[in-house]
C-alpha cells in the first residue's frame, strides 16, 4: 500500500535560522510530489510541485525552496527562516496520471520565533 | 482572485440529518474536482472527486454533485454523523495543470448528536 510520511511534526525555529523538513513515499514510483503550506484561518496554498526527479516548479514567490534528490524524497528548505514563514506544512504525493487525488501526510507545524 | 469559493466557514447540522457543504469555481478550464476531509493537527484526507464529464458521483453516505453551468459543486452528507464534524475543502485542477490543486479555503462542519 501506499504510504506518505512528514517529519519533524512540530517544529520551533529563531528567525534567521535555516530549515529542512523532508517527505518520502512508499508504495508508488515515480509519483507527482507537493508542498503546500496553510497559514492560520486560511486555505491551503501550493508552493511548489514536483513531476520528476530534479524537477521543481513554483507557485510563488519566496523565502522557501524545494528539492527532489531521489524519487519518492522531497525536501523543503530555507536558508534563514522569517517570520512570516510560520505556518502548517503538508507534503502530499499523487500518481503521475490525469484526474488522480492527491493523499496527504500529517504535516509540520513550523514556528517561527 | 479566489478560484475555488467556500463561502460558508462554517455549517452545524444535527446528527443523522444531511449535511450539504457547497462549493463555486470560477475557472472554466477546471475539469476535476474533490472533497477532503481534514482535523485540527492532520493532513486532509481524501473524500470523494469528480469529472467535469459527470454530475454525480456517490460513495457510502457522501455524494458529490456537479453543476457546471453554475460553476457549483456541493457534497452531502448522508446521515450527518458526529465523527463527520472537521474542515471540510473543496478542491479544482485544471486541463494541464500537472494535477495542481486549488484549495477553497474550508468550511466547518459541527454535527450535534
Known amino acids: 500500500s501506499q504510504t506518505i510520511h512528514q517529519w519533524p511534526a512540530t517544529l520551533v525555529q529563531p528567525v534567521g535560522s535555516p530549515l529542512s523538513l523532508e517527505c518520502t513515499v512508499e508504495?508508488?514510483?515515480?509519483?507527482?510530489l507537493y508542498w503546500y503550506r496553510q497559514a492560520a484561518g486560511r486555505g491551503l496554498q501550493l508552493l511548489f510541485y514536483s513531476v520528476g526527479i530534479g524537477q521543481i516548479s513554483s507557485e510563488v514567490p519566496q523565502n522557501l525552496s524545494a528539492s527532489r534528490p531521489q524519487d519518492r524524497q522531497f525536501i523543503l528548505s530555507s536558508k534563514k527562516l522569517l517570520l512570516s514563514d510560520s505556518g502548517f506544512y503538508l507534503c502530499?504525493?499523487?500518481?503521475?496520471?490525469?484526474?488522480?487525488?492527491?493523499?496527504f501526510g500529517d504535516g509540520t507545524r513550523l514556528s517561527i520565533l | 482572485d479566489q478560484q475555488v469559493k467556500q463561502n460558508s466557514p462554517s455549517l452545524s447540522v444535527q446528527e443523522g440529518r444531511i449535511s450539504i457543504l457547497n462549493c463555486d469555481y470560477t475557472n472554466s478550464m477546471f475539469d476535476y474536482f474533490l472533497w477532503y476531509k481534514k482535523y485540527p493537527a492532520e493532513g486532509p484526507t481524501f473524500l470523494i472527486s469528480i469529472s467535469s464529464i459527470k454530475d454525480k458521483n456517490e460513495d457510502g453516505r457522501f455524494t458529490v454533485f456537479l453543476n457546471k453551468s453554475a460553476k457549483h459543486l456541493s457534497l452531502h452528507i448522508v446521515p450527518s454523523q458526529p465523527g463527520d464534524s472537521a474542515v471540510y475543502f473543496c478542491a479544482a485542477s485544471a486541463i494541464g495543470s500537472q494535477g495542481n490543486l486549488i484549495f477553497g479555503k474550508g468550511t466547518k462542519l459541527s454535527v450535534k448528536p
Open positions: 508504495g508508488t514510483s515515480n509519483p507527482n
Open positions: 502530499a504525493y499523487s500518481s503521475d496520471s490525469n484526474n488522480q487525488p492527491q493523499h
